[in-house]
């Protein structure tokens, strides 16, 4: 853990008088291994934050919301996801080849906890996990580098209303996003989402007025 910090971090920890401070919680909580605690909190959280890097330096941060579960721990140094459906950029997926450094973080609005997973990514198209998750276009491992909790004070306290109606799950079918509906977008979609193109008229109008 000795590169943990680089100039800019010391530079202000020299500042504000937190250098032996910043060492020792480095001591105490930044760990290279997925304990059997971690690995619990990491499977019950329904959504994490994906920040990655693409080849210029330039970060991206991305939010990723399924059912619990939707990260799985494979062993104590390694985690694994899946990439659904969206708008078809694919800026995570793309950085992670450019680029295999990402960061985690989980984030449990109920009990006010957080925690912080960094390593180095990567893709196969061929993952046998891939059927893990129904519907999942891609699979992402993760192979850690260095894991700490956050404190959670400024965490605000928030309960769960509902899961969204878009997550995929097994037995049934997802329904598709109104934005697919769109005119604007009618001519360029993939072919197994041509169908959609106007097929719902009155949510392309409501995404319209907003």
Known sequence: MSDFFHEGSRK???RFETRRLADRT???IVRDRIGDEDRVFIEEQNMFFLATVDPEGRPNCSYKGGSAGLVRVLDEKTVVFPLYDGNGMY?????????????????DFQRQARLRL?????????????DAWPE???VVRVKLREMFPNCPRYIHKM???????????????TPPPAWKSL???????????AH???????????LNRN
């Open 118 to 130: 960094n390593g180095e990514a990567s893709i196969r198209d061929d993952d046998p996990l891939r």
């Open 159 to 173: 309960a769960l209303v509902e899961e969204s109606e878009f997550v995929p799950r097994a037995g049934c079918e």
């Open 136 to 138: 999942a276009e891609l």
């Open 91 to 107: 800026l995570s997926a793309g950085n992670v080849l450019a680029n295999a450094n990402v960061s985690l973080l989980f984030m």
């Open 196 to 206: 959609l193109a106007g097929s719902d008229q009155d949510a392309a109008a409501a």
């Open 183 to 193: 005119e604007a977008v009618a001519d360029v979609l993939p072919q197994r989402d």
């Open 26 to 28: 480095v001591e105490l």
């Open 12 to 14: 202000y920890q020299d």
